[in-house]
């Protein structure tokens, strides 16, 4: 994740770092400018043509497809950025209910039982650890993918090693229970957190591998490249040599917001706006450490 200064205009504006979009777009930026060159050119020095009528057509219906697909692209922004604010929130109680499970232990475990304060000032982190580690593996990724990948492991056999944390966690507390160190109503006193893992990692899962429908992802793009291409017949009329930059500015900003979309729609990859989960899974670490003394 990329921390910066919102009121820093003069860094957002000239600064190009890894992940803007002009130099993941930069090709295509060269291929729209000499596509739009080659319109301009056929169309008002081979062929001559100077029809205002037809370039006023070719306007009002690019100024209806441009209200269109700025109301897709919208919706394809504020959509990504829902799961990527989901993804921090679920992250957020990740972290809280972590302090809070180690608050409670420590004040119910007897001060002298070292062995199970060392048993949860090291698993408690753990799970943070093991979920980030699970969230960025391509396993997780492709789960639900109807399309095989026979360069994965094979999907079924990998185990779940978040379950098996939190399954470790659960079994420690009820043999605690069993053995008369917590008492029936400490032990109610645990469960939500105890809950609050495994609620945290489905709906992680969730989000990682349930991408944003493909036929609504590949429309867009569609969209916008046909809209781009035909930029350039109209604009040539009005705006001649002009109407090259002109497509090439429209093209960077329409393609950009899909870029941006796609970058943050999965906050669980290695992209750096993507969430810090291994910065945040050390802060846990740290925090429970403090927590058990």
């Not at 921390?3 to 090709?27: E, G, M, P, Q």
């Not at 867009?220 to 705006?239: D, H, R």
């Not at 093209?251 to 291994?278: C, H, Q, R, T, W």
Request: charge should be neutral; hydrophobic fraction near 45%; aromatic fraction near 12%.
């Amino acid at each position: 994740m990329i921390f910066y200064n919102s009121k820093d205009w003069f860094v957002a504006i000239f600064n190009f770092h890894k992940s803007d979009t002009f130099r993941a777009l930069l090709f295509m930026l060269i291929f729209i400018a000499l596509y739009s060159w080659g319109i301009v050119y056929l169309e008002l020095d081979v062929l001559k043509m100077n029809d205002k009528s037809l370039a006023k057509n070719i306007t009002i219906m690019h100024s209806l497809l441009g209200f269109a697909i700025s109301m897709l692209l919208v919706f394809r922004t504020n959509t990504a950025y829902d799961r990527w604010w989901e993804g921090r929130k679920l992250w957020g109680a990740l972290v809280n209910n972590s302090r809070n499970l180690s608050i409670k232990l420590n004040a119910v475990l007897h001060v002298d039982d070292l062995a199970s304060r060392t048993f949860f000032r090291q698993i408690i982190p753990l799970y943070a650890i093991s979920l980030q580690r699970h969230l960025h593996k391509e396993t997780t990724l492709y789960e639900l993918d109807e399309n095989p990948h026979p360069e994965l492991p094979n999907l079924s056999a990998v185990q779940h090693v978040p379950n098996k944390v939190a399954e470790g966690i659960i079994k420690k507390v009820h043999q605690l229970y069993k053995d008369q160190k917590i008492s029936g109503e400490e032990l109610l006193f645990l469960n939500n957190e105890l809950q609050s893992f495994t609620d945290i990692c489905g709906a992680c899962e969730r989000i990682k591998n349930t991408p944003i429908p493909y036929s609504y992802s590949a429309f867009i793009k569609k969209f916008i490249f046909i809209y781009v291409l035909s930029l350039p017949l109209g604009l040539a009329f009005t705006l001649g040599l002009y109407a090259i930059p002109v497509t090439t500015f429209i093209f960077y900003v329409l393609a950009s917001l899909e870029l941006i979309a796609e970058e943050i729609e999965d906050p669980f990859g290695k992209d750096s706006n993507d969430l810090p989960m291994v910065k945040m899974a050390e802060n846990i670490k740290k925090n429970v450490n403090d927590i058990f003394g």
